[in-house]
């Protein structure tokens, strides 16, 4: 009997946790906890591809750096100060509409299933990518009646672009996550810059959905279409934290149910850009793009960035305006560090295909993290913070009782480490290595002489991580 009563309670315990209802109230949704897998997986892809794909291009600033393509509606189309409105008024014709590049959004060269594996072969853990950009064009087949012929079902690829990803990526064992954008720049009741509309105002008056529609006939029923029909492991929200309210947008209401009701709300994470006042606030983690935002205090984070200066495909980029391999892998280990994941994103062509420079860059970190993922994949930040020794910093990781200290420049003597306050050392190694490490650990001060190697022992290029293992 004692036995039927200890299961019944485990039972009722069980039930408890999976049926936990989340009120709409900050207090109640950031009590919830986050799901273990984001923290565990540290390294995802972004895909930023939509119809912004086609002209794919913005101006360099200063003739040097690159910006964000997949602003071209809003930042190059109609503006005179850096000539877009010139560029596409000789290359498109003046009456040519953003909306007509939608038919030129044709995905011929598109193979999904190609994607996900060079997605997996990089390394990823996780791929999110872009349903629906400020432009308002989705990439799945909406029932919004804002959407018809607005769509990639209707026009243009004529294609379920989210669902077939989405299938593509979760079978090759990856968590899918979507990108919503909150606003819309031809529909939202608010989005202007200092001159006016971000986008020609004839063009926002043109396709506007009324403001006291939007959010419960269009915002709010496409958000739970993508939860029910795709089940995104994450959803990456965008636009809203910007200038639309919480209260206009039921930002609280929706979480609400994504957390208490949804067939996703076990596993699925957000960020923090759903409403005003939310960044660094509330959202299961925090983000920030190329470094914008500063993580003053422990919470889950993650940083987004391109592969160049921009996240849609800029044909305006050069070389030098892409990252190298090597810089790529630091800045992982070092966000990684500092308890954060790394979302990388790549461009695609409106064709489908991703450049070969992207593609590159990404087998590079995947060849690293065949090597050294167990100083990445599941590990927190380490009680030992960075530290310089001889010239180079030196980046920690912790696993447990495993501390991990990462270095991208191999020395020519030893390296001194201050480890204070780990216990004791049982075992020195270097990752990939199987020859002996030597080592001397006495007051704090750990002295490592690296075995020597040439360049075809070496394990990886890049960086190398040192096993420490402590009792």
Same mark, same amino acid.
């Given at each position: 009997m004692k036995y039927l009563i200890a299961f019944l309670f485990l039972v009722m315990d069980s039930t408890s946790l999976t049926a936990q209802v989340y009120q709409p109230t900050w207090s109640s949704l950031d009590s919830r906890p986050i799901p273990g897998w984001f923290e565990d997986a540290k390294f995802g892809i972004f895909i930023h591809w939509g119809v912004y794909s086609v002209p794919a291009y913005r101006p360099l600033e200063n003739g040097l750096y690159a910006s964000y393509s997949e602003w071209y509606y809003a930042k190059v189309l109609d503006n005179e100060k850096n000539g877009g409105k010139a560029f596409h008024k000789k290359n498109y014709g003046k009456d040519f509409e953003y909306r007509d590049f939608a038919p030129l959004f044709k995905a011929e060269l598109w193979q999904p299933d190609a994607w996900a594996k060079m997605f997996k072969d990089a390394g990823a853990q996780y791929v999110v990518l872009t349903s629906k950009h400020h432009d308002g064009f989705c990439l799945w087949p909406t029932k919004s009646p804002y959407k018809k012929n607005w769509n990639a079902m209707d026009i243009g690829p004529k294609r379920d672009l989210v669902g077939e990803l989405t299938t593509a990526v979760r079978g090759q064992g990856l968590k899918m996550g979507l990108y919503y954008s909150i606003i819309e720049w031809e529909s939202s009741k608010t989005h202007r810059s200092e001159t006016g509309y971000y986008v020609p105002l004839r063009m926002v008056e043109k396709y506007k959905i009324p403001e006291s529609e939007y959010v419960d006939k269009h915002l709010l029923p496409q958000l739970k279409e993508l939860v029910n029909n795709y089940k995104p492991s994450l959803l990456f929200s965008d636009g809203g934290e910007w200038d639309g309210s919480e209260e206009y947008?039921?930002?609280?209401?929706?979480?609400?149910?994504?957390?208490?009701?949804?067939?996703?709300?076990?596993?699925?994470?957000?960020?923090?850009?759903?409403?005003?006042?939310?960044?660094?606030?509330?959202?299961?983690?925090?983000?920030?793009?190329?470094?914008?935002?500063?993580?003053?205090?422990?919470?889950?984070?993650?940083?987004?960035?391109?592969?160049?200066?921009?996240?849609?495909?800029?044909?305006?980029?050069?070389?030098?305006?892409?990252?190298?391999?090597?810089?790529?892998?630091?800045?992982? *280990?070092?966000?990684?560090?500092?308890?954060?994941?790394?979302?990388?994103?790549?461009?695609?062509?409106?064709?489908?295909?991703?450049?070969? *420079?992207?593609?590159?860059?990404?087998?590079?970190?995947?060849?690293w993290l065949k090597v050294n993922g167990e100083a990445i994949y599941g590990t927190r930040k380490s009680v030992v913070p960075a530290q310089e020794s001889y010239g180079q910093k030196l980046y920690f990781t912790q696993k447990g009782k495993i501390i991990y200290a990462i270095f991208a420049q191999w020395p020519n003597t030893a390296m001194t480490m201050n480890l204070k306050d780990i216990g004791t050392i049982s075992k020195v190694s270097l990752v990939g290595v199987d020859k002996q490490v030597k080592w001397s650990y006495n007051k704090d001060e750990l002295v490592i002489t690296l075995p020597e190697c040439s360049i075809n022992e070496l394990p990886s290029f890049y960086a190398w991580a040192i096993r420490i293992e402590t009792k």
């Open positions: 947008l039921k930002t609280k209401e929706f979480l609400s149910w994504l957390y208490s009701e949804s067939p996703i709300k076990s596993e699925v994470v957000v960020n923090d850009r759903f409403a005003k006042g939310m960044p660094g606030n509330h959202g299961d983690y925090y983000s920030s793009e190329y470094s914008d935002a500063k993580i003053t205090k422990y919470h889950p984070w993650e940083e987004s960035r391109g592969i160049g200066g921009s996240y849609g495909f800029n044909r305006a980029e050069n070389l030098e305006n892409y990252s190298t391999s090597k810089h790529l892998i630091i800045e992982l *280990i070092d966000i990684v560090s500092r308890g954060g994941n790394l979302l990388l994103n790549v461009g695609p062509a409106a064709d489908g295909t991703i450049p070969v *420079i992207m593609q590159e860059r990404l087998s590079d970190i995947g060849k």
